[in-house]
């Protein structure tokens, strides 16, 4: 089992950045598909980026394309979410999660495993 621990949330301008971090412990991350999702009050937890065991396969949706990158360094067992761009409409709870057993990269949170306990940002207008 794996323990996943965010950080770099915050109070943010529109227009400017964070850096989310998503720590693991207890198993090696380089075992799992990682994805970074996002929930606001009143909402459902929403995909914002998946990134595949190795690295060079990621994916987002166009809410997020071009402004967010995930990457991961599975030496430092860390996965990133660079956020770039910050809108008023991206202040959310973050999640961290990882799909145990997977091959490739998965879209849908009912797909993982495993969770963080999220790290809220708060983009002002």
């Known amino acids: 089992q794996v323990q996943l621990v965010e950080s770099g949330g915050g109070l943010v301008q529109a227009g400017g950045s964070l850096r989310l971090s998503c720590a693991a412990s207890?198993?090696?991350?380089?075992?799992?598909?990682m994805g970074w999702f996002r929930q606001a009050p009143g909402k459902e937890r929403a995909f914002v980026a998946v990134i595949n065991r190795s690295g060079d396969i990621k994916y987002y949706p166009d809410s997020v394309k071009g402004r967010f990158t995930i990457s991961r360094d599975n030496a430092a067992n860390t996965v990133y979410l660079q956020m770039n761009s910050l809108k008023p409409e991206d202040t959310a709870v973050y999640y961290c999660?990882?799909?145990?057993?997977?091959?490739?990269?998965?879209?849908?949170?009912?797909?993982?495993?495993?969770w963080g306990q999220g790290t809220q940002v708060t983009v002002s207008s």
């Open positions: 999660a990882a799909k145990a057993g997977g091959v490739g990269f998965y879209t849908t949170y009912r797909q993982y495993d495993y």
């Open positions: 207890g198993r090696t991350l380089s075992s799992y598909p």
